[in-house]
């Protein structure tokens, strides 16, 4: 057993109580990779910010937990290192799929776990969330639970159709399953294709797709029902029209890529929703500046010279995200 604490890790429970008292959210990002850790760490501290570094099943499949577990660790040394003197990084599961995911998680360092039981008929998740935080609370491990499903892809986790959250189910479930946190369906997506262009309007000028407003009646809703509960929304990226141009422009291939727009997050980042969840987008900007780097430097063979401008290509989204979106910034 290792505890998030002896790693300096911390859980979500004060700072979520922070940012929705505060009208701002925390960022979420998800990782797997050296570069993306480095980014994140670098973001958060160059603005001040709380962060969540966040890992899914397929991450730990392709990083290896253990890796993933000492890179947190090394990610509060790391913070420390650059200046900041008392670090608020979490490591959270992201979308964990059975109790024994999330129990292996909490046994090796995690501070927050998402027990994810959207698919499964409504006593059922109940059922599982409530063993999930019966077993976290008792190491201080803060539980995301989730009510309504979201479309899109994400690792592997897929579903073609959403369902919004029900407003009238959210008291019941989170007073009989205990979590800590609500994860909630309002038309967000996972993915880099969040909607059809059927779903879309065309921005008649530049010929982009416009996406659908968010269902912000259900989270007024929601809130009202549920006064300072922390909300958290899912497949949240929006994916940058310049990185999906530079992409396109240098060899790739994603039409029609479309996102949740920034000012709908923005104006969600200052309701309950105090966590935002943000993967899509790190991977594009990743995805761009390597690619525009084979194009220009097609001799570089050395990872570090096309791994550093796509590092540094992350660092900006991640700022511009907490500074610009989340108002997550000069909170520590
Ligand atoms: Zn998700």
């Given at each position: 057993m290792t505890s998030y604490k002896e790693l300096g890790l911390v859980n979500t429970r004060?700072?979520?109580?922070k940012a929705v008292a505060g009208g701002y959210a925390i960022p979420a990002f998800n990782f797997n990779?050296?570069?993306?850790?480095?980014?994140?760490v670098q973001a958060a501290v160059e603005t001040k910010s709380p962060v969540i570094m966040q890992v899914s099943k397929g991450a730990r499949n392709y990083a290896n937990g253990t890796i993933l577990r000492y890179m947190a660790q090394g990610a509060v040394e790391y913070a420390k290192e650059l200046g900041c003197e008392n670090p608020q990084i979490v490591l959270h599961l992201d979308h964990?799929?059975?109790f024994e995911l999330c129990k292996d998680c909490i046994d090796n360092g995690f501070s927050s776990v998402m027990i994810d039981g959207s698919a499964l008929p409504y006593e059922e998740n109940?059922?599982?969330t409530k063993k999930v935080v019966e077993y976290a609370h008792k190491y201080d491990v803060t539980v995301e639970a989730e009510l309504g499903v979201l479309a899109g892809v994400e690792d592997e986790v897929a579903s073609e159709v959403s369902h919004y959250t029900k407003p009238e189910?959210?008291?019941?479930?989170?007073?009989?399953?205990?979590?800590?946190?609500l994860a909630i369906s309002i038309g967000t997506s996972h993915g880099a294709y969040k909607f059809t262009p059927e779903q879309c309007t065309r921005d008649p000028k530049t010929g982009k797709l416009v996406p659908p407003p968010l269902a912000f009646d259900i989270l007024h809703e929601i809130e009202k029902r549920l006064p300072g509960f922390p909300i958290v929304l899912h497949g949240s990226s929006s994916v940058p029209q310049d990185e999906v141009d530079t992409i396109n422009a240098h060899g790739g291939k994603l039409p029609d890529a479309v996102g949740i727009p920034e000012e709908q997050l923005r104006e969600a980042s200052k309701s309950a929703v105090c966590k935002i969840n943000i993967d899509s987008d790190s991977r594009l900007a990743m995805t761009a500046a390597i690619r525009k780097h084979f194009d220009e430097k097609p001799g570089d063979?050395?990872?570090?010279?096309?791994?550093?401008?796509?590092?540094?290509?992350m660092k900006k989204m991640y700022m511009h995200k907490i500074i610009d979106v989340l108002g997550s910034n000069d909170k520590l």
């Open positions: 004060e700072m979520f109580a990779t050296l570069e993306q850790m480095q980014a994140i964990g799929d059975s109940i059922a599982l189910e959210v008291e019941d479930f989170s007073k009989r399953s205990g979590c800590d946190s063979f050395d990872p570090r010279q096309y791994l550093k401008p796509a590092r540094e290509n």
